[in-house]
C-alpha cells in the first residue's frame, strides 16, 4: 500500500507540473497578448537610464514614466539586438525612427508597442522618439529589448536650438506637424539637437486681450492645456543658439506697435538674465506682421549693449497668395523647408563650428 501512495504522489506531482508547462507556453501568452513570454527573459531599460538621452520639456518627477510636453519633444538612444519594444503610459501619437530611417507615425498607441515586427540585423542600432505634436506627450515608461541585449549610449550634438514661436514654428496644418516645421527642418540640416517651445494661438504679449502670451508661458513646464504648470527650470540646460518668432498673433489682436516692440524688449531681456551668453536670433515674421517694432527692439538692445542678440530679415524667404503657404497665415510643406534652407545657411555661416 505504501509503494502505491508513493506512486501515487509522484503521478500527481508529474501531473501538475505538466499543467504547468503547458500553461507557461499555450494558456499564458494567449491570456495575456501584451506580455509574450520573450518578455519574461528579455531586458527592461527604465526612463531613468542614463544611456536614453532626452530634449525638449520632459517631466522626471516620477522615475517610472517620464512624460513629455511641447510638440517636438524626443528621446534618443541606441540598443543592441534585433528586436526594441516601447512602453507607453498613455495613449499618444509618437514618431519613430530606427537607424536614422524614416520618421514612422505611430497614432494613438498605449501599452507595449513593438517597434521591430521586422527583425533587424544583428548588430547596433539607434532609435528616436518624437511626440507627434503640440498636442499629445508621451508618458515614457522605457523600453524592452532581447534577451542578452544592451541599452548604449546614442550619437547625439552637443549643441541644442531651441526655438520659440507660434502655431508656424510648431508646423500647424503641415504633414508631420513639429516634424514638418522650419525650426525641426534646420536644426537636422545643420546636425543639431533641437527644441520647439512653440503653439498655436500664443501671442508674445500676455497682456493682449484673450491671448495667452509668451513671455510668461515660456517659462512654464507645460503648454496654454495646462493653466497650473510648475515653472520650467531653466537650468536643466543652457540652449547654444535661441531663435524666436512671434508677433503674428499679437497684430491678429490689434496689438500696438509700441506696445509689442516693449514687450519683445522685456522678453529677450528676461530671456537673458536666464541664458547670459546664448546668441538670440530674432525673426521678421514671414508676412512681415509687427516687423518695424521687432527691428526695433533688437536696435535698442543692440544700442544698450548686447551685441549677441540678431535680426533676421526674412523678406523674400516666401511669397504671400503662393504655394509657400497653406492658408493666410501659415507656410505649407514646401513653405517651410525655403525657410529652413535660409534660416540654417545663416546660422552655419555665423556660427561655423558652432551648430
Known amino acids: 500500500m505504501g509503494s502505491m501512495r508513493r506512486y501515487a504522489i509522484v503521478g500527481i506531482v508529474m501531473a501538475a507540473l505538466l499543467l504547468a508547462t503547458a500553461y507557461t507556453f499555450y494558456a499564458w501568452p494567449w491570456l495575456h497578448p501584451r506580455e509574450p513570454l520573450v518578455n519574461l527573459l528579455s531586458v527592461q531599460v527604465s526612463p531613468v537610464n542614463t544611456d536614453i538621452k532626452y530634449y525638449g520639456r520632459w517631466d522626471m518627477m516620477n522615475r517610472h514614466e517620464y512624460v513629455s510636453y511641447w510638440g517636438g519633444a524626443y528621446l534618443k538612444t541606441a540598443f543592441s539586438g534585433r528586436h526594441v519594444e516601447l512602453r507607453l503610459g498613455e495613449a499618444a501619437n509618437v514618431f519613430v525612427s530606427i537607424d536614422r530611417g524614416p520618421d514612422v507615425l505611430y497614432h494613438g498607441t498605449k501599452g507595449v508597442l513593438n517597434l521591430t515586427p521586422l527583425a533587424l540585423l544583428n548588430g547596433d542600432h539607434s532609435l528616436r522618439v518624437t511626440t507627434g505634436s503640440e498636442w499629445t506627450s508621451i508618458h515614457f515608461q522605457g523600453l524592452i529589448l532581447d534577451t542578452g541585449a544592451r541599452i548604449l549610449s546614442p550619437q547625439v550634438s552637443p549643441e541644442v536650438i531651441e526655438f520659440i514661436g507660434d502655431s508656424i514654428t510648431a508646423g500647424y496644418s503641415d ?181
Open 175 to 355: 504633414k508631420m506637424n513639429d516634424l514638418s516645421s522650419y525650426a525641426w527642418l534646420t536644426a537636422e540640416q545643420l546636425g543639431a539637437e533641437h527644441v520647439q517651445i512653440a503653439t498655436s494661438g500664443i501671442c508674445l504679449s500676455s497682456m493682449v486681450p484673450s491671448c495667452a502670451g509668451m513671455n510668461t508661458q515660456y517659462f512654464k513646464l507645460q503648454t496654454l492645456q495646462y493653466p497650473d504648470s510648475p515653472l520650467w527650470d531653466t537650468r536643466r540646460f543652457i540652449p547654444n543658439v535661441l531663435v524666436i518668432n512671434l508677433g503674428t498673433n499679437d497684430y491678429n489682436h490689434g496689438q500696438s506697435a509700441s506696445a509689442f516692440e516693449l514687450s519683445y524688449l522685456a522678453f529677450i531681456q528676461n530671456l537673458r538674465q536666464h541664458y547670459p551668453n546664448t546668441p538670440i536670433y530674432v525673426l521678421r515674421t514671414f508676412s512681415g506682421y509687427m516687423e518695424l517694432p521687432t527691428r526695433a527692439a533688437v536696435d535698442i538692445l543692440n544700442a544698450s549693449g548686447d551685441h549677441n542678440v540678431f535680426y533676421i530679415d526674412t523678406t523674400g524667404w516666401l511669397t504671400p497668395g503662393s504655394s509657400d503657404f497653406s492658408n493666410r497665415l501659415h507656410p505649407s510643406d514646401s513653405g517651410q523647408r525655403k525657410v529652413a534652407f535660409h534660416l540654417a545657411a545663416i546660422l552655419r555661416h555665423r556660427h561655423s563650428g558652432e551648430v
